[in-house]
């Protein structure tokens, strides 16, 4: 399949995805679509045989009552009253068990998209996968509710549903044209102004999404914060009440009429055109049929088949149900193109002949060449040629101001994105040449905004590595030498206790705490094999005396003697105890050595920590915010 | 009762805010929708029987009224497709809006209190409950309605024929039995659909992404994933079908009624005591009760249900009345004064949280003179953000009181106290709006004043992370529901708090809870000098005073006052050389980071 750029899958069409939804139900589970399939097909032909064994036993009636109830034509009304009472009888199991088939392949096949979903998540190697705004569009439909209104399932399910009545009206049009071609051809008109018609309404409301989206969207990401307890305190300082109400009320009905209008002028149009069509149409026909009846120029069954015909024609309602079926075919489209841009980013992510790493890589080194960045869409590399060779071993210290590129150097050196320029070699190995994967395994990080998982204490420590998980004592001897085991055995259930406030029994944890979590992960992801060994700000959410002591401890650690270490952080009391520091400014390095080497080299480095360090000096009068905005001044004091 | 009666009485109430008569021919047209098969049965039983009697003008009349009829139940279904969503988006809003104001009206130690979460989730997930209700009121009236004049009908004609919806009653049962058990079944696998989404969204999330791929947990999540997916959707398969058969027996069950008494019809048709009419009447009278029934009995489940959801909201409300009358219980509320004289006091104050066994913070007695840069230590736990929220009103105190110069400040209009206050916290809310309304909500009133937002991002030395952003204030922040915005770090979000809590040049106590956490020492400095001078300017001019929390002692030592808090209580208060001399906590952490630059 060519790509297509930049498509939109919120847009909706009528059956646009419906056949592949249909396609991805059988294909999903056959048994049961075809089990669903059938009932609706029954409860499609049901009520058109049902009308016409009805007409026959009422047509039948008076000539049987004129026989006294007796002789020929009474046994014909006792034949088509069984007939009758068989098909009501039979009638009554399918909805029930269409409904119980229907639920279940709805379940089955949302489980089966959103785990898709998720596979195909993961399958590109790399971040920039998620940088497309394609990736973005296509998860942000199928997110919210997996098991909801939006999704393939619940879609093809009510599809079902309402397939049926809309079927009936197509027996009705045979009907009527089984007994005139002229009536079969009115039928049809009505029929189809109906179904296209109020189908196309629909779809004018359900552009509700898309058309009012710029003002609906915010007005619901107000509406839900304004609710949260995260920003309750900022909500009530500021005032918010009113502002907050004016967006997802007036605001949002502001733009909401506009959309008002142009259903409004639709619909008008189609009442309008469907009084004259099956009003007149319908007028006319009856007019003349019961005229017939009367006269005894029509048989009464004939009369009531067309009568009931025509009830079953004009019953083919529209409503919330096919709005439901349209949205969720248009997410089948949208998984389907996240599967494809996933499988396609893979294909460029695979390397063709990888070169094998030793596992205990890098033995002796890692090396940057070069090495540039550039986020796709932006107009200046945030790497602008880094040469930096990292020993392996060694504890080296990141530093820079705030946006120099720190965290982005991170993101190359553990391979989660390939440089736009210059290399990463490991060992001498290009890695480019190795399979990202298994590079990525060997990194280990503490991000800033590492994963609080709605999971047990156990597994945010055990999910460091997976394949380790069951290993109670390794994850146990992770968890004390980052000092968070005493904050599990305090925690009630211990290692057992839920870190999710929103689950019952969960508890939530403090920043603090749970930075120690996160440590104990890293160094869990070090215990089941990772050689590198990345923490971005470890100590921010901790108080003084625990950052004082941490990354003291780290260094020490007999555990993490062969492993890289490299340390991100604005604290320049923990970043001198690393052995060698490196400045990023901008993009580049700037400045590398030891700390002493660096005060000495009286540059960047010495200026900064001259700067922290004159924050302390008894001495001076630093401390007066009037004079601190220099700089220079400062360094010069602090030396 | 009463309180199911108070909450139809609301949402009619706001149903009617739709406008009176829109609301009327909204309410008019589901009643006939629901009846019109009534109708329809007469029309043609009488139309029969005309044929059946050769009566030629009689049946011209009723067919054409037929058609007719048939065809304006079409016209009325389409003109609902445009108006009966256009009510409930109206409603929608407004009850938006209420929840909304409701909320915020609460102080914000109510709104986290879990029996108020509850109902805020639920109401959450409900936001159509009024509309609902007044829909399932309508709809359980018009169709109990229906039944009634039904079951007159079919008794006039023969008193056996009321033994019919004794049939129906099996089938009541089990649908209320159907509709009770899905609700249960979302409770009971509530917990396992919210662990599961959350699993979902963290393996498919673009900010975890780099941990899932480190780590190598893709498998592991997807499988235990699956696993919880998986029960909660046997659960719900199992549910399905146990409630099913007995669904599906009484629906035979009343079959087999309709078929004695569709037999019984035609019997007395050939026996000369029905026409023909009569027997099409009864036969779709008799058919249409197991609709009727069927629908009651899932209408009540679900008119139960809503009535729940909006009974929460009316709780809710009734707590903001009962706070409203706590608050003023001592007397008439004031406005905030317009400047300090003295500054603001704490007599005698200690909290504790509901549930909590020790005080967060026990008998404080503290002065923050005015016009003074107050700074808050000490290790985490030590109340410093249980005493900031003290002093900006979003808590009660359990014992003691707070003064402002010397008017108690529980006397002080909440709003107006808000209106005289500031704040940059350090869990600060992330506002994915436009950039000009993510500083600006700091001052509504203002929010539009392109300059005076400028000048916030400038005192907050956040220049450079509006620069960076592709149309400056006008750019969107954030992604999370599609507008395309920058997502921003750590430290830039920061920086846009700290504007927002500058958009107000001279409140009257200003606090900063870590606002610097995310930022370099250089970004720090910049904050700090462009900041104090603003600072000092209110203090100046109404008395302001300043309260800085933070665990950088190279900022807190040029505070005026020093506070340190140890377990909830002030162990150590004055100038910074004032406690070196003193030789206490304060000093000894601050040595020990000090140490760290020697």
Redo the contacts between chains.
Sequence with gaps: MPAQPTQQPTKLKPGDGLWLALRSAFTTAPALTTGTALCALVLAIEPVVFALATAHLVGSLPAAIEAGGVGEAADRVYRLLILACALFGFGRIIPTLQGTLAGRLGRRMNGELARRVMVACQTPVHLDHFDDPDVQAAISLVRDDTTGVGMPGTAISGFFGVIGPKLSGLGGVAVLASYSLLFGLGGLLVYVLLLVGMLRALILLAGTDVAARASFLPAEYLRTTALDVGPARELRVFGLSSWVRGRVGTNYLAAMRKLWRRRDAFVLGLAAALLVTTGGLGALLFNYLTREAATGQLSLTTFLAIFQACSLIVSVNINGEDLHAMHGAASMKAILELERLAAAAREKDDVPHPVALSPLAPEREVRFEGLRLRHSGADHDVLRGVDLVIPAGQRLALVGLNGAGKTTLATVLSGLRPPTGGRVLVDGVDLATVDPTLWQRRVAVLSQDFVHYPLSAYDNVGLGAPELIGDRAAVQEAAERAGAAGIISRLEGGWDAVLSPTLAGGIDLSGGQWQRIGLARALFAVAGGARVLVLDEPTSALDVRAEAALFRELIAMPSLQDITVVLISHRFSSVRQAGRIVVLDDGVVTEDGTHAELVAADGRYASLFAFQAALFNDTGDTGDTDDSGDLDDLAVQGA | MRKGWNALRYSVGLVARVGRWRAAVWALSLILLQNVGLLGALI?AS??D???E???PR??V???S???L??????V???L???Q??VE??VL??F??E???T???L??HL??APEV?DR?EQL?QQRSAPHNLTYAALAFVSLAANLIVSVVLLGSFSLILLVLPLFGLPLIYARGKQTRSFINLQQEIA?D????????????S?????????????????S???TV??RA?HR??VV??QT?VP??AA??F???G??GA??LI??Q????EAT?GD??LL?SLA?SLTRLLGGLAGISGWLGTVMGTVQRYLWLRERLVQHRAELTAEGELVPAPTALREGIRLVGVTHTYAGAERPALADVDLHLPAGATVALVG???AGKSTLT?LL?G?LDPSEGHVQVDDLPLRQIDP?AW??A???V?Q???K???VTQETVG????PR?DDRPLVQAAVSRAAAD?VVN?LPEGLDSPLG??????GRDL????WQRLAVA?GLMRETPLLLVMDEPT???????E??L???Y?AAARRAAGATGGITVLVS?R???V??ADLIVVLDQGRVVEQGN?GQL?ALGGLYAE??D???????
């Design positions: 043609s139309l029969i005309a044929i059946v050769r009566n030629e049946a011209v009723l067919g054409i037929m058609a007719l048939l065809a304006s139940v079409q016209v279904l389409c003109l497709l445009s108006f969503p256009k988006e109206v809003a407004r938006d809006e929840l909304v104001a909320t915020l009206a102080p914000a709104h986290a979460q805020l959450r917990q659909r919210r662990l599961a989404l959350g699993l979902f969204r963290t393996s498919t673009a900010a975890q992404a780099d941990e899932v791929r480190l780590f190598g947990m893709g498998p592991t999540l997807i235990r994933w699956q997916r998986v959707d719900a398969d399905g079908v099913a669904v599906a629906e035979v009343f079959g087999l309709f078929i569709l037999t035609v019997r048709a050939l026996r000369g023909t027997v099409l036969t058919a290790e985490n736990g929220a900006l979003l709003v808000n209106d206050t500031s704040v916290l869990d600060h809310a506002f994915e709006l909500i700091g001052l509504v929010i450079s960076d992604t999370s529901y599609g507008q395309g770090s750590g430290g830039q927002r956490a995310a930022l370099d020492a250089q970004a400095s910049e700090f000098s462009s104090s665990h002692f190279s900022t030592r040029s910074h070196m952490l601050y020990l980071q000090a140490s760290g630059y020697r």
